[in-house]
Every structure is written in C-alpha cells, then in structure tokens.
C-alpha cells in the first residue's frame, strides 16, 4: 500500500526538480529521500525517475503517478481543512522552543484567542520543530531564525536582543556597556549542538574572529543554576532575562544591537487564516507580565 509520506517525497522531488534539493527542503539526507524513492518504486514494480544532466526527468509511469499523487495530496488537505472545522474550539498542536512555549505562548492564547485549546508540544531546537511541521505532525510552530522552506510559510512575531548572565562578583558584572568580544575570553555555559542558542553566539562571533569557549550543559540542566553555582556564564534571550529575579546574578545587556534572534510562526500555506486569528497582534511581546520563573 502506498504511504502518504512517501507520495509527498516523489511530488516534492518532482516539483524542485532534484534529490538533493528536495532532500533540503525535507530536512532528510539524501540518502534517506533516495532509499524511500526506490521503495516507492519497488512497491509499484516502475522506474519512476530518470537521472539527467539537467537533473531528474519522470518516466511514463511516473507521470501518471505524480499526477495521481497530486490530487491526492490536495484532497487530503481539503478534508483535513474541513474536519478541523466542526466544533466551536479549534484545538491545534502548536509546536515551540521552550522559551516560547513558557513564557509567550499561555499568556497569548489566554488574552489574545481564548477560543482556541491549543496542545502545546515542546521541542529543543528548531530543525527539530521544522522536520515534525513537515511531517504533518503538528499544525503550528513556533520558531527562531527560521531559514526558509518551499513547503512552509512564515510570520514574524518579535525580534529580542540576547542578554549575559554573570554571578554578581565576576569580573565583568561592574560594567553596564558591554561588548559580546568581552566575554569570549571565559567559559560559556551553553546547551550542546545543535543547540539554536549555541549556533547564535558562534555566528555574532565569527566576524570578530574568535572561537567561544563552550562548557557543555545537558538538556535537562538549567544554564542558570549552572552561573550561581559558578560553573561559567552564560546568554539567554530577553523574553528569559526578563523573568530572572535572582540578587546574586547580574543581567546585562550586550552589543552590537544585532546580536538578536528572530521569533517566527511557521505554518503550512492553507493554515494563513489560523495564523491570522492567533497572532495578527502586533507588539504583544511587550505586554507579557513578568513571573519568577528560571527556564535556562
């Protein structure tokens, strides 16, 4: 029986016109995506696809199937689309970074869309966000620094600066005007690869040509404790910084101004109008109330 998932692949391929590309924008190998094509194939008994010069062109049998496939890809989603219609709740899977998932997304769901009863799934990093959306496992997901995707649409919600976290007697905490090039020098706590956080802080360091010095911290330990326990320091995002009401830490907000992450939904294109009900808002990130609450 053919799967939806391996249909999907072949039409994805098909349209961008090469494996590796498709493979891209699934977020697969392309050994992976070449394996389930030859599968597609060998349940149908048909070559599917010729490999060219030019890339990859269909045999006979498939372009009948891709057709087929087509249509039937389309019909899903129109009865997908329907069946979430009955009910007055629309009960989406919203997919987040933790960050996100704690301290933004409750309070906009309780203020801004009460007639929604989201089932919020929390996910470490954003390739990981990005790979379930695409596996039609969630309907919404909330991301930061979205790089882009054939299959998915994006909508910035806010950009925040990140902020330094010291202990209050470390050499730097005296200073009000810092630059990220002044804390390179001592071990920085941070989650390992492929952490979005790490990735960040290695990319704004680049052009100051200096390589962080990373102490890695397990996932299921808080970055934060870590600094009062004075393990290191460390960087969190401002919707984070913000909730931290700690006397023996110090906060610090550094240049350049750049140094930032880009909070974005992502959604599949018929999913718009959804995204429209639930954050079309503009500036909400401003009236979050602060809570104490370590996260990191």
Do not use: C
């Not at 960050?99 to 990981?128: C, E, G, H, R």
């Not at 330990?221 to 320091?233: A, D, N, P, R, T």
């Not at 909070?263 to 503009?282: D, R, T």
């Amino acid at each position: 029986m053919l799967k939806t998932h391996q249909l999907h692949y072949f039409v994805l391929t098909v349209q961008l016109g090469s494996i590796n590309k498709a493979a891209k924008a699934l977020f697969i190998s392309q050994p992976a995506l070449t394996k389930q094509l030859h599968k597609l194939e060998e349940q149908i008994n048909h070559q599917l696809l010729r490999r060219t010069v030019k890339g990859i062109e269909l045999t006979s049998a498939g372009r009948y199937l891709y057709e087929q496939a087509v249509s039937v890809l389309d019909q899903l989603k129109r009865v997908e689309s329907k069946l979430q219609s009955f009910g007055n709740d629309i009960n989406p899977i919203v997919g987040s970074i933790p960050s996100v998932a704690t301290y933004y997304l409750p309070y906009l769901f309780k203020n801004k869309a009460p007639f929604i009863k989201p089932q919020i799934v929390m996910q470490d990093i954003t390739q990981m966000l990005i790979q379930s959306m695409i596996e039609g496992k969630m309907d919404l997901a909330v991301v930061q620094d979205f790089k882009g995707s054939p299959l998915l649409s994006s909508y910035l919600l806010f950009s925040e600066s990140y902020y330094a976290v010291t202990p209050q007697d470390h050499p730097l905490a005296k200073y009000e005007n810092l630059h990220i090039k002044d804390f390179i020098q001592y071990p920085i706590l941070m989650w390992h690869d492929p952490s979005d956080l790490r990735q960040s802080l290695r990319l704004f360091a680049r052009p100051y040509t200096i390589n962080p010095n990373f102490i890695d911290v397990l996932w299921s330990e808080s970055l934060i404790y870590q600094v009062l326990e004075g393990k290191g320091i460390t960087f969190v995002p401002e919707i984070v910084a913000k909730h931290i009401q700690e006397p023996n830490l110090n906060i610090t907000k550094i240049k350049p101004s750049t140094f930032q992450r880009k909070i974005e939904v992502v959604f599949l294109p018929e999913q718009e109008e959804l995204v429209k009900q639930i954050f079309a808002e503009p500036n909400f990130f401003d009236t979050i109330p602060v809570t104490s609450q370590f996260l990191f």
